[in-house]
């Protein structure tokens, strides 16, 4: 069933999304919700059959204080984030401007008169921090209560009560003089928290700017994607006239025309014409691609020196630049387990926090006589906002969804396309590498070295394997059907040809039997190869790849085919070494062949004459040995092992069923980029680890201190403005470590 995505704003924190996600959840036929933090997105997967009612969950999260909204263009809510943050740092200023004096008057400015028997210091302070406590906290407020009356707690609720009890402390010492029957406290002490109410508003509104902004620029990689689509083409009409059309309104098929300088509108073969390609925004590639008629060109990219006419083969919403950005998009919706767990502390946090506050607040007020200049009362009124503001969990909320979307993003700006937070965090913790051999190690092209027929056989072993190989697109085929072509046109009609998975074609014609593929195929059918097996010793000694061909029982030549080594596959293997990997080579060819490559290349391990299940099943014994495993493949055969492995990595030009079995893709085919993804993946693990180590750490140092662990010993306590400008430091720096990930590149030396 296709997910639904709505945007919900309002969200600040780890708890927020929590209680999204749990007003959601308990509406009924849901089956499940994702809620992405920076997004300000969530995505609803309703039970099979199920009535979709749309309203109904919107309305429940408005209940629950929170916005809620058809998810519109992603661009134009980009735009929406620009302008609202920088309202919101409008707001920042003006909340400033009047703390500041607030600050002033209630710390350092002596006796300046009186307002009928009201000090006129404290009343001017009352006045300036109302204001902000009114206006600008209005949003904490709001969605305190209505967190509230949904059953749960969010950061509104902390940032609410601690502001709102320094207040109405205040404001009571202030008019005490006209409120006789209130206790004499109120009107002996000389300590008011106005200062601290709108400090812990203004800190948290500029906290709260500084993290929009900076998650603005950790989405940047992905807009940057988003703007490569252009609105529209050029269409070559049947006059050959050319008229502008919005790419949405293209179909497959359609020839368009590409200036120099213009973007390429969708995917399609070239028809007419050759120019160089500028692919960096889509692969990071900076070389040029030179690009000649019958060859594939991606929308997105750029035509660089002269004109194309392409035929188009997707439609807008199926290019590899709209899939590009769909992967992106769901790998920044997932939650690894490490998430889950933040996820599951988050959730009780908000509630034990105000318990802890208020029983360190109770503590303060009757079992001690205050410390210095504060009474019990005063003490236990610091200790219980402070307590509540520095443990605001904006900082673990944000912790992994920054971190991901940074490195998912620029991940996708070299060609490195994660699918899910799951094979990322997996990627971090692999130490096994398997790879197949052909298309993976080698170019995936081979070439036909040699033809030999059998003695006794009457029959053109190369026409009757390009006449199987017909309208297959394996790089075997399409060598066999090249080579055949130089040499004749001719072809045989089989009456039906069946493909047999992992070992090669069989067909048949006039109720004869033909086949052809690798030496398990054959000896399927009993076909006896002991003799030409050993004549080919030698030539499968220099890494030659041998396709039998056969009709009936009976062998009737071979062709021997030869697939270069990629320029890279050496460096790549010794740089996946020196990461710590044991690299494994897995592969459908005979052991000579295998042995020759995996020599070439220093692989110490491999295994060969894998068929497809065999290759998912040396999967899984790796894995019950304890390896983590990432796979990577190109091919049909690769898929099963690609679905099984822990991280299955394809090759952006295999095919669309591996592609649709791995958790990551490479939209290069160049084998060092499987070792760059999993620096990438151990990259991104660790500043999201570090990220939640650090917001960790800061609520295990900064509450205790805030409920007056040090008091006794030192006579000191944070004040709630510290414990606010802490609480913003947290989540900035949190959202700026992440930040660091876009100075990531790939090491391709």
Known sequence: MEDLTIRVTGMTCASCVASVESIVSKIEDIESVRVNLPLEKATIRWSEGANQDLDAVKKAIRNGGFGSEEYIDP??????????????????????????????????????????????????????????????????????????????????????????????????????????????????????????????????????????????????????????????????????????????????????????????????????????????????????????????????????????????????????????????????????????????????????????AVLASLGWMFFSEGYGDYNSTELAIMVLVSTLVIACPCALGLATPTALMVGTGVGAQYGLLIKGIDALQKSYTTNTLVLDKTGTLTVGKPSVTNVKTIKSASDNPLMIAASLETGSTHPIAEAISEAHSKVSKELMSFDKVENIGGMGLQGYLDGQEYAVGNQALMESKDIILSDTIQELTEVLKNGTTVVFVSKGKALIGYIEMKDELRDTTNLAISKAKNLGLEVIMLTGDRVETASTISKEVGITRFEADSKPDEKAAFVKKLQKEGATVAMIGDGVNDAAALAIADVGIAMGAGSDIALEAADIVLLRDDLLDVVSTLELGKATMSKIRGNLGWAFVYNLVGIPLAMGALITSTGWLLPPAFAAGAMALSSVSVVFNSLTLRSWKPHRA
């Open 75 to 356: 661009r134009k809510y980009r735009q929406e984030s620009i302008d609202h943050t920088n309202k919101m740092g409008t707001q920042v200023i003006a909340s400033l401007i009047l703390t500041v004096p607030t600050f002033l008057l209630t710390m350092f400015v002596g006796n300046i008169g009186q307002i009928s028997d009201i000090d006129l210091r404290l009343f001017i302070a009352f006045i300036l921090s109302s204001i902000v406590y009114i206006f600008a906290g209005r949003q904490f407020h709001i969605g305190a209560w209505k967190s509230l009356l949904s059953g749960r707690a969010n950061m509104d609720v902390l940032v609410h009560i601690g502001t709102t009890t320094a207040m109405l402390w205040s404001s009571l010492v202030v008019f005490a003089p006209f409120l006789e029957f209130l206790p004499s406290i109120f009107s002996s002490t000389p300590h008011v928290y106005f200062d601290g109410a709108a400090f812990i508003i203004s800190f948290i509104l500029l906290g709260n700017w500084l993290e929009a902004k900076a998650k603005l620029r950790a989405t940047d990689a992905v807009f940057s994607l988003m703007d490569l689509k252009p609105k529209t083409g050029l269409v070559v009409n049947v006059d050959g006239s050319v008229s502008e059309m919005p790419i949405e309104e293209i179909v497959e098929g359609t020839e368009m025309l590409v200036k120099v300088g213009q973007t390429v509108p969708l995917d399609g073969i070239v028809v007419k014409g050759s120019a160089l390609i500028d692919t960096s925004m889509m692969t990071g590639e900076s070389n040029p691609l030179s690009i000649k008629e019958n060859e594939s060109v991606m929308g997105g990219t750029i035509v660089l020196d002269s004109a194309l006419h392409v035929k188009s083969t997707k439609h807008h919403d199926d290019t590899i630049l709209a899939n590009v950005i769909a992967l992106v998009d769901e790998a920044q919706m997932g939650k690894a387990p490490i998430q889950k767990l933040v996820d599951r502390i988050s959730a009780v946090f908000v509630p034990i926090v105000v318990i802890c």
